[in-house]
């Protein structure tokens, strides 16, 4: 434990923490030595990016995928999903609702589609909402592998930040959660390519894996660092019961919703102390284990939330994960509750704000 404590103390002045720190930090599970934890990561989050929340509110597009990830719940061979599709017209007008709901970004998410009558609808749809928002509005996409010139088309066409998640950089544990066609080296590939094409860049992992250790998740932090990231979103995996891990390892206990929370809001914290001034989601994955799951992670470092804005109608297919959570509520509800619970722990909302990553305005000299 004091081993513990001189790697917090020696956190506060600095993110360069070894492997064996990052995996020490991570298996904290003292009470009081966590709220310590989570308190320097807070205080970290409060120099570096200030006590601030942005809204980015998200819209998936789209359940359709040609992806067949072992974990998620919309993927290709999930033959009980009713699969659906916004129109161009549907995407924009809920950018519309959250530029008008003062919220700074959206994000448009969607299952993977590589064919060309997807990708010119985004080019399409991604010009019209910066066109409408007078150039404002942050744009965030997160619709997974495309070629370089894929991403420079979208890029050119206004979108600002590209999310793609690595999902572990331990190479057996990525061959486990994936067919052997779903490759790692595709996906460092991508996330290079968007690093060239000049986006903010965000990626993650999912935390509480089958077989995931300790040092496998510091291993993953410092593959952040390595990479010099703008922007982190990651969450506790959680089964979803028709895909083939949600059937090897069924829905969790109270214990295990607890367990991976837990977790969850770790993985936040040291990232925060270690990467300092990136922008950290709350991902959503956290509030289907509590209902103000996000609002801890805000707690312990991260200084984004994502709001859903799918109609209310297109949620319940969205599932990547059971029990996600607000699937019967609207984007107004979405709005006015989380609003008062951030408001709740004392953070101001950055209403109208775009929120860019303060660590790519550094990295490109704004
Ligand atoms: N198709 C795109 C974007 C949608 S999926 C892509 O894969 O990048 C977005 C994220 O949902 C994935 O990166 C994955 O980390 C997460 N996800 C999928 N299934 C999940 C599950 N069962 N539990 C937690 N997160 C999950
Ligand atoms: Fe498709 Fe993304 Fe789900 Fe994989 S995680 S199946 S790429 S939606």
């Given at each position: 434990?004091?081993?513990?404590?001189?790697?917090?103390?020696?956190?506060?002045?600095?993110?360069?923490?070894?492997?064996?720190?990052?995996?020490?930090?991570?298996?904290?599970?003292?009470?009081?030595?966590?709220?310590?934890?989570?308190d320097?990561?807070?205080?970290?989050?409060?120099?570096?990016?200030?006590?601030?929340?942005?809204?980015?509110?998200?819209?998936?597009?789209s359940?359709?995928?040609?992806?067949?990830?072992?974990?998620?719940?919309?993927?290709?061979?999930?033959?009980?999903?009713?699969?659906?599709?916004?129109?161009?017209?549907?995407?924009?007008?809920?950018?519309?609702?959250?530029?008008?709901?003062?919220?700074?970004?959206?994000?448009?998410?969607?299952?993977?589609?590589?064919?060309?009558?997807?990708?010119?609808?985004?080019?399409?749809?991604?010009?019209?909402?910066?066109?409408?928002?007078?150039?404002?509005?942050?744009?965030?996409l997160?619709?997974?592998?495309?070629?370089?010139?894929?991403?420079?088309?979208?890029?050119?066409?206004?979108?600002?930040?590209?999310?793609?998640?690595?999902?572990?950089?331990?190479?057996?544990?990525?061959?486990?959660?994936?067919?052997?066609?779903?490759?790692?080296?595709?996906?460092?590939a991508?996330?290079?390519?968007?690093?060239?094409?000049?986006?903010?860049?965000?990626?993650?992992?999912?935390?509480g894996?089958?077989?995931q250790?300790?040092?496998?998740l510091?291993d993953?932090?410092?593959?952040?660092?390595?990479?010099?990231?703008d922007?982190?979103?990651?969450?506790?995996?959680?089964?979803?019961?028709?895909?083939?891990?949600?059937?090897?390892?069924?829905?969790?206990?109270?214990?295990?919703k607890?367990?991976?929370l837990?977790?969850?809001?770790?993985?936040?914290?040291?990232?925060?102390?270690?990467?300092?001034?990136?922008?950290?989601a709350?991902?959503?994955?956290?509030?289907?284990?509590?209902y103000?799951?996000?609002?801890?992670?805000?707690?312990?470092?991260?200084n984004?939330i994502?709001?859903?804005?799918?109609?209310?109608?297109f949620?319940?297919?969205?599932?990547?994960?059971?029990?996600?959570?607000?699937?019967?509520?609207?984007?107004?509800?979405c709005?006015?509750?989380?609003?008062?619970?951030?408001?709740?722990?004392?953070?101001?909302?950055?209403?109208?704000?775009r929120?860019?990553?303060l660590?790519?305005?550094?990295?490109?000299?704004?």
């Amino acid at each position: 434990m004091s081993n513990v404590n001189a790697i917090l103390k020696k956190a506060k002045v600095s993110g360069d923490l070894s492997r064996e720190e990052i995996a020490a930090l991570l298996s904290i599970t003292n009470e009081t030595m966590l709220q310590k934890l989570y308190d320097t990561a807070y205080a970290v989050k409060a120099e570096f990016v200030g006590r601030v929340a942005y809204f980015r509110g998200l819209i998936e597009c789209s359940n359709f995928c040609i992806k067949d990830c072992y974990y998620c719940g919309i993927r290709r061979s999930n033959q009980n999903v009713e699969r659906f599709q916004m129109d161009e017209e549907e995407i924009f007008k809920e950018a519309m609702w959250a530029h008008e709901a003062e919220y700074g970004s959206c994000v448009i998410q969607s299952g993977e589609r590589q064919d060309e009558a997807y990708i010119a609808m985004i080019e399409r749809v991604v010009r019209r909402i910066a066109a409408a928002s007078g150039g404002t509005m942050g744009i965030t996409l997160s619709l997974g592998e495309q070629t370089e010139e894929v991403y420079r088309r979208w890029k050119d066409a206004g979108a600002h930040r590209y999310l793609l998640r690595i999902e572990t950089t331990n190479p057996e544990l990525y061959a486990k959660i994936h067919p052997a066609d779903h490759s790692m080296e595709v996906r460092k590939a991508c996330l290079e390519s968007l690093r060239r094409t000049g986006y903010q860049v965000g990626t993650g992992v999912m935390m509480g894996l089958p077989g995931q250790t300790m040092e496998d998740l510091a291993d993953d932090i410092l593959f952040l660092k390595a990479i010099d990231i703008d922007m982190v979103g990651m969450g506790p995996y959680i089964p979803h019961s028709d895909t083939p891990m949600g059937q090897e390892i069924p829905a969790y206990t109270d214990a295990e919703k607890s367990a991976a929370l837990q977790l969850g809001l770790k993985m936040i914290a040291v990232t925060r102390i270690v990467l300092r001034d990136i922008n950290i989601a709350a991902a959503t994955a956290l509030q289907a284990l509590e209902y103000t799951g996000r609002e801890q992670g805000l707690k312990c470092g991260a200084n984004v939330i994502m709001p859903n804005l799918t109609e209310t109608e297109f949620r319940p297919k969205y599932q990547l994960y059971d029990n996600k959570p607000c699937t019967d509520e609207n984007s107004a509800m979405c709005r006015g509750c989380l609003s008062g619970r951030i408001k709740g722990i004392g953070e101001t909302i950055g209403f109208n704000e775009r929120g860019d990553s303060l660590h790519y305005r550094k990295r490109v000299g704004e």
